[in-house]
């Protein structure tokens, strides 16, 4: 696996001779945030050694190497999931590969089903914590002491300073934003009624199939994450409806844009 991760990176610094210092994993109908990048290299999935293919709609499967809020990022235009039938360490590897790549920062975003009461559809959701409520984890097997220790502490799994500065931003260019807990579920199934009650049980204010494996993975190698969820729709008694992928990519591209505000701003103060 080692060995994998190191040939992938060396194989992307020879192709893009670049150094980023942030790493930006997109999510289901959040991948416009691309076109604010001034993008230097845009390389598909499928042309990089031991890459995993993206076969979601809304993830158009490239890794982009460019400059956003002053910063050089290289961005996932398109994340790995774990319903796609790939391994816990298939999914992570683009992130590990990042940390060999330079990134001192971690960005995830996604879009998710709110069961916090409070919540209402288009609001974006800035991620204080995480509960793992996948079957497995991805430090799971022989751990990579190159990587990290056996037993990362998680005390910390979403940098408060990140944080605090996203909700100074927020505030400043009047834009509504929440903060809480996000759950992360295997799917692919969207969650029944009884499934979204025991789910606000556990603590969670909002439920996504995507985003814990990845900041495990990064807080493994002591990378400070920063996350969004867009609330596509709620889990709440009497306001849950049927759903279809479409209408969680239509919402989340509505809210893109203030996601993309935030997000330039923030890497601008880092």
């Not at 400043?172 to 025991?198: D, F, H, M, R």
């Not at 969004?228 to 809210?255: C, N, R, Y």
């Amino acid at each position: 696996m080692l060995e994998q991760i190191k040939e992938t990176a060396s194989f992307l610094k020879e192709k893009t001779n670049f150094n980023p210092s942030v790493g930006i994993i997109l999510g289901t109908g959040l991948g416009g945030l691309v076109n604010e990048i001034e993008t230097l290299h845009a390389i598909p999935y499928e042309e990089i050694p031991n890459f995993p293919v993206s076969t979601v709609q809304g993830h158009s499967g490239k890794l982009i190497f460019g400059k956003l809020g002053g910063k050089d990022v290289v961005a996932m235009q398109g994340r790995f999931h774990y319903y796609e039938g790939y391994t816990m360490h298939e999914v992570v590897f683009p992130v590990r590969v990042m940390k060999f790549l330079g990134i001192e920062h971690l960005f995830v975003s996604n879009a998710s089903g709110g069961v916090n009461r409070k919540f209402e559809v288009g609001d974006i959701m800035i991620i204080d914590d995480h509960i793992n409520l996948f079957p497995t984890n991805p430090l799971i097997g022989k751990n990579i002491d190159e990587l990290g220790p056996r037993f990362p502490d998680m005390m910390e799994p979403y940098d408060h300073q990140l944080i605090a500065k996203a909700e100074e931003i927020a505030i400043e260019n009047s834009i509504k934003v929440v903060k809480g807990t996000y759950a992360g579920l295997s799917g692919p199934c969207l969650e029944t009624p009884a499934e979204y009650q025991w789910i606000y049980n556990t603590g969670a204010d909002t439920v996504g199939m995507s985003t814990v494996p990845e900041v495990i993975a990064a807080r493994h190698m002591s990378i400070p994450c920063f996350g969004f969820s867009i609330i596509t729709d709620l889990g709440v008694p009497g306001k849950i409806i049927e759903m279809t992928h479409e209408i969680v990519q239509g919402v989340a591209q509505k809210a893109e844009p203030k996601m993309t505000l935030i997000v330039k701003e923030l890497l601008k103060s880092i």
